[in-house]
């Protein structure tokens, strides 16, 4: 079994930043792909970041050049640096592991953002 802990979500206002973090342990056999997802009030779940076993991010268009996703493999940890935060990035934000075997989530954390 696998446990993903998120942390790091909070409120904030328009212009601030927050880091997040999602930290994987358990039987973990091997880490694909680890990448964070938000969900607003009456939305379906987005992508936000994604990044890759070798390191190549990729972003959704409304978070390009504002967050930053970052992995250590050695941690097992995923991490979403958000900055130039809006009140449209209010959401709850869930961490995603893609292993070899299965996908997990996390539980998810929620950002809020104050304008």
């Known amino acids: 079994q696998v446990q993903l802990v998120e942390s790091g979500g909070g409120l904030v206002q328009a212009g601030g930043s927050l880091r997040l973090s999602c930290a994987a342990s358990?039987?973990?056999?091997?880490?694909?792909?680890m990448a964070w997802y938000r969900q607003a009030p009456g939305k379906q779940r987005e992508l936000v970041a994604a990044?890759?076993?070798?390191?190549?991010?990729n972003y959704a268009d409304s978070v390009k050049g504002r967050f930053t996703v970052s992995r250590d493999n050695a941690k097992n940890t995923v991490y979403l640096e958000m900055n130039s935060l809006k009140s449209e990035d209010t959401a709850v934000y869930y961490c995603?592991?893609?292993?070899?075997?299965?996908?997990?989530w996390g539980q998810g954390t929620q950002v809020t953002v104050s304008s």
């Open positions: 995603h592991v893609r292993t070899t075997i299965r996908d997990y």
């Open positions: 358990g039987s973990i056999f091997r880490i694909n792909a």
């Open positions: 990044i890759a076993s070798g390191g190549i991010p």
